[in-house]
């Protein structure tokens, strides 16, 4: 268990539709990451929190955005729906960001189905 | 940019036996960091190991080690006396410092014989 958790673990919804997922980081972690991971694109980052700032982003869509809140949760909203979208969805949390040396550690993810 | 290349999409190795999987990595920075993650069919990742551009000697955790190369760009993990419970994909990164984000290679399926 790498003390980062993720809700809900699994989500089927349509397209067009908008969806929520959380994240906590283990404690102590002020980073957030997101990654997507899918069957043709494999695992990308999408975006990176610290202390409830946006710190780096990667290939987000502009239907994605994301958020860090002062109790250092995260979540991902994922609007707009598309059947590409269907993917395992991973938040990682690291104790610091920037230079040095520094494991990302990964919850379970949240596999969602657009269908 | 950072690339990393795994080219073993899939290995079958008896149980008890060493495995090493390959990865070769791609980058004009200087202070980088290399990782491994394991993802068991269950889907979670795990980190396993890490080793950091400027450490002069390989990293070691438990029955994992890498096998760190660098003028080669070469960072292969060595697992020592395989078990069932190793069976799953194989992940190899790297994260340049300074920058956020973690770039994944494609991975290797590794499948162990009893």
């Known amino acids: 268990d790498s003390g980062v958790t993720q809700t809900p673990k699994h989500l089927i919804t349509a397209t067009g539709q908008r969806v929520t997922l959380r994240c906590s980081p283990r404690?102590?972690?002020?980073?957030v990451y997101w990654y997507q991971q899918s069957l043709d694109q494999g695992l990308q980052f999408l975006i990176q929190?610290?202390?409830?700032?946006e710190r780096a982003k990667g290939n987000i869509l502009e239907r994605f955005s994301a958020q860090q809140f002062p109790d250092l949760h995260s979540e991902l909203n994922l609007s707009s729906l598309e059947l590409g979208d269907s993917a395992l969805y991973f938040c990682?949390?690291?104790?610091?960001w920037g230079s040095g040396e520094y494991e990302q550690y990964f919850g379970p993810g949240t596999r969602l189905t657009v269908t | 940019a950072q690339k990393i290349t795994q080219t073993q999409p899939g290995m079958f190795v008896q149980e008890k036996e060493a495995v090493t999987l390959d990865c070769t990595y791609d980058?004009?920075?200087?202070?980088?960091?290399l990782f491994w993650y394991k993802q068991p069919s269950s889907g979670e990742m795990i980190f396993l190991i890490y080793?950091?551009?400027?450490?002069?000697q390989n990293a070691t955790e438990g029955r994992y080690s890498l096998n760190f190369q660098k003028a080669r760009k070469s960072a292969n993990l060595v697992i020592s006396a395989s078990q069932l419970g190793d069976s799953a994909m194989y992940f190899c990164?790297?994260?340049?410092?300074?920058?956020?984000?973690?770039?994944f290679g494609t991975g290797t399926r590794l499948t162990i014989i009893p």
């Open positions: 990682a949390s690291s104790v610091a």
């Open positions: 980058t004009s920075d200087q202070s980088y960091g």
């Open positions: 080793q950091g551009s400027y450490d002069e």
């Open positions: 990164a790297m994260r340049a410092f300074g920058n956020e984000k973690l770039t």
């Open positions: 404690s102590g972690d002020l980073s």
């Open positions: 929190y610290y202390n409830g700032e």
